[in-house]
């Protein structure tokens, strides 16, 4: 089983519609995470941090669930300018050589 | 705003040869890291350096040195390229170990 696992998609999805995004993580002592966003033939920018009480940054919304181990992301609404492939992060907090990136969601958003 | 800077940002190799891949940053970061990316892997460590003048093997070192030259500098070398080689390499820097990865453009390396 793959540290961290991510539907690889691609999700096509229309203007304005919401999508959602899912990420399992089999180390139970994972402590941080993120999202991250790369483009395509682009490196990866960070997306937003996801927080053990959720957090949300305009139209995007992330939740973490320890017991389940997984997080997720939500994009409401929709842009063009989401298309891209969105890379979860999983770091256990012992030095970025424990950082664990996974293979990544790709995103198409339709006119 | 360079933030990362690689280079080469393309380059093809026959097997055997050798090279290097820059990587400067300047962003005043403590760490640097390069990492490799493959269709269907995920980003991957290849070395890391917490810190000027340390540097540490990551997940896939194989086949691969670095030089942590200064602050700034942080060169991954090919010694014999291998067509296993190919791949996508990306330089980036923290200015923790915790905090966010800013990463440079991408190097695109292809042994034949």
């Known amino acids: 089983r793959k540290e961290v696992e991510q539907d690889p998609g691609p999700f096509n999805v229309p203007e304005g519609a919401t999508v959602a995004f899912n990420c399992t993580y089999s180390?139970?002592?994972?402590?941080?995470f993120f999202w991250y966003r790369q483009d395509c033939r682009k490196e990866p920018k960070l997306l937003m941090s996801?927080?053990?009480s959720g957090n949300e940054d305009g139209r995007f919304t992330a939740q973490l669930n320890r017991a389940s181990q997984y997080i997720s992301l939500l994009i409401r609404d929709s842009k063009l300018s989401d298309s891209a492939t969105y890379l979860c992060?999983?770091?256990?907090?012992?030095?970025?050589?424990?950082?664990?990136f996974g293979t990544g969601t790709k995103l198409q958003v339709i006119p | 705003n360079a933030g990362v800077t690689q280079t080469p940002k393309f380059q093809v190799l026959k097997t055997g040869q050798s090279m290097t891949l820059q990587c400067a940053q300047d962003m005043n970061h403590n760490s640097m890291y390069w990492y490799r990316q493959d269709p269907g892997m995920g980003l991957r460590l290849i070395y890391y350096s917490a810190s000027e003048g340390t540097t540490d093997k990551g997940e896939v070192p194989n086949g691969y040195n670095v030089s942590r030259l200064n602050k700034r500098e942080f060169s991954l070398r090919l010694e014999s390229a291998a067509p296993s080689q190919t791949s996508v390499y990306f330089c980036a820097s923290t200015r923790d170990l915790t905090g966010e990865l800013f990463f440079g453009e991408g190097s695109r390396l292809t042994v034949l």
């Open positions: 180390n139970s002592a994972s402590q941080s």
């Open positions: 992060v999983v770091n256990d907090n012992r030095g970025y050589q424990k950082v664990t």
């Open positions: 996801v927080y053990s």
